[in-house]
């Protein structure tokens, strides 16, 4: 595709369940960027992938929060046990190579009641 | 204390006016300085990208970092009704955070006719 899609574009869960949220990044670049933007504020950096690999993800707020890049394109993040605090609109983006210019999709609000 | 600080606003102007946005950040390591901006329901887009300190200019806009007093700017000159949206600094410290961004809390800019 033309940019970084993300799918859903919106999700409403219960507290205490588990979501995935999908992120296809521009085709041929190699680095994939998690960041979540509560009401009100800028991004929050999570994780980012190099390829398959998690080259930095000190950003994910507890071990609750997990993501995966198996083949190097699309890329999970995955939320168990959700919590009220998790409500917030999850960003991806990708670049060309880590350190390029990162290219944002819309996002997924999530919704947790 | 937050890494990066932005005043919120908002901050509401007439169209054509010369607008100026800024922000602080606490360490000294960052070195890559960027502009996004962001319109509801949108994911950011690049404005600017600038490395170390100094000017960059693009068409209306204009990018300023001092490094010495850790003070980044964005003036926007001849502001039109479509550049209503909130704009995000962002710093990155390059090395091993390359991929990492370190967003500010945004400005809310509306341009009215």
């Known amino acids: 595709g033309a940019g970084v899609s993300q799918t859903p574009s919106n999700k409403v869960t219960e507290k205490g369940k588990y979501v995935e949220l999908r992120c296809d990044p521009i085709?041929?670049?190699?680095?994939l960027y998690w960041y979540r933007q509560s009401l009100g504020q800028g991004p929050e950096f999570l994780i980012y992938?190099?390829?398959?690999?998690?080259?930095?993800d000190s950003g994910l707020p507890n071990d609750r929060f997990f993501a995966v890049r198996p083949e190097g394109s699309v890329s999970t993040l995955k939320i168990q046990r959700t919590e009220r605090g998790d409500s917030a609109v999850y960003l991806c983006?990708?670049?060309?190579?880590?350190?390029?210019?990162?290219?944002f999709g819309p996002g997924t609000r999530l919704t947790v009641l | 204390q937050k890494e990066v600080e932005q005043d919120p606003g908002p901050l509401s102007v007439p169209e054509g006016a010369i607008v100026s946005l800024n922000c602080t950040y606490s360490?000294?390591?960052?070195?890559?300085f960027m502009w996004y901006r962001q319109y509801s329901r949108k994911g950011p887009e690049l404005l600017m990208y600038?490395?170390?300190?100094g000017n960059k200019e693009d068409g209306r806009f204009t990018a300023q970092v001092d490094k010495s007093s850790k003070y980044i700017s964005l003036f926007i000159r001849d502001s039109q009704p479509s550049d209503s949206a909130t704009y995000l600094c962002?710093?990155?410290?390059?090395?091993?955070?390359?991929?990492?961004?370190?967003f500010g809390q945004g400005t809310i800019l509306t341009v009215h006719p």
């Open positions: 085709s041929g670049h190699t680095a």
């Open positions: 600038t490395y170390s300190s």
């Open positions: 992938f190099q390829g398959t690999g998690a080259a930095d």
């Open positions: 962002a710093v990155n410290a390059g090395g091993t955070s390359y991929g990492k961004l370190t």
């Open positions: 983006a990708s670049s060309l190579g880590a350190g390029d210019t990162q290219y």
């Open positions: 360490n000294s390591a960052f070195q890559y």
